[in-house]
T-cell receptor, first 113, second 114 residues
């Protein structure tokens, strides 16, 4: 089945550095969302970018979307130890009368103090 | 406070013993859904509901049932749990269905089936 894939699977950086993670998907979309999950907790919505947008900012987050390549990237600038979490992309999908959010497998980010 | 509440948060049960995981949201959202999260597999949708009395299967519905009798509640029922249903379960809701809106997640229910 279709599914987003994040890259890298895991990322370890020093506090203050930027973190970039990528998401690829397989079918056309209306929007793409990024979520954050602290260990074993519920996911928290970070940002949504629509298919007609190329870039969006929210605080220290910058999201880009390239629909021609079916890919998106999430950049976290000036990372902090508190940014340590897993990050997931999610795309909308409508197939055979079924509406879905398709989540990727996530990138585990560790920010070292 | 806007929230999605799941219960129980942790449960250990035995094969075949029926159980229900409750989910309630206080945001008057029409869309609700259930996911399971397993290592290396991400989140997979079990069932979703676009509104009261309207439910549909997601990617992995086998072994699960749901009901949506009230807008705020969307319980997940395991009629005869098996060990392969050991997982972390999340309920989520959104004001906009059709995969277009922000999802609000509960804190998760970790289920172990022995």
């Amino acid at each position: 089945s279709q599914q987003g894939e994040e890259d890298p699977q895991a990322l370890s950086i020093q506090e203050g550095e930027n973190a970039t993670m990528n998401c690829s998907y397989k079918t056309s979309i209306n929007n793409l969302q990024w979520y954050r999950q602290n260990s074993g907790r519920g996911l928290v919505h970070l940002i949504l970018i629509r298919s007609n947008e190329r870039e969006k900012h929210s605080g220290r987050l910058r999201v880009t979307l390239d629909t021609s390549k079916k890919s998106s990237s999430l950049l976290i600038t000036a990372s902090r130890a508190a940014d340590t979490a897993s990050y997931f992309c999610a795309t909308d999908s409508y197939t055979s009368g079924t509406y879905k959010y398709i989540f990727g497998t996530g990138t585990r980010l560790k920010v070292l103090a | 406070e806007a929230q999605v509440t799941q219960n129980p948060r942790y449960l250990i049960t035995v094969t075949g013993k029926k159980l229900t995981v409750t989910c309630s949201q206080n945001m008057n959202h029409e869309y609700m859904s259930w996911y399971r999260q397993d290592p290396g597999l991400g989140l997979r949708q079990i069932y979703y509901s676009m509104n009261v009395e309207v439910t549909d299967k997601g990617d992995v519905p086998e072994g699960y049932k749901v009901s949506r009798k009230e807008k705020r509640n969307f319980p997940l029922i395991l009629e005869s749990p098996s060990p392969n249903q050991t997982s972390l379960y999340f309920c989520a809701s959104s004001s906009q269905g059709r995969g277009t809106g922000e999802l609000f997640f509960g804190e998760g229910s970790r289920l172990t089936v022995l």
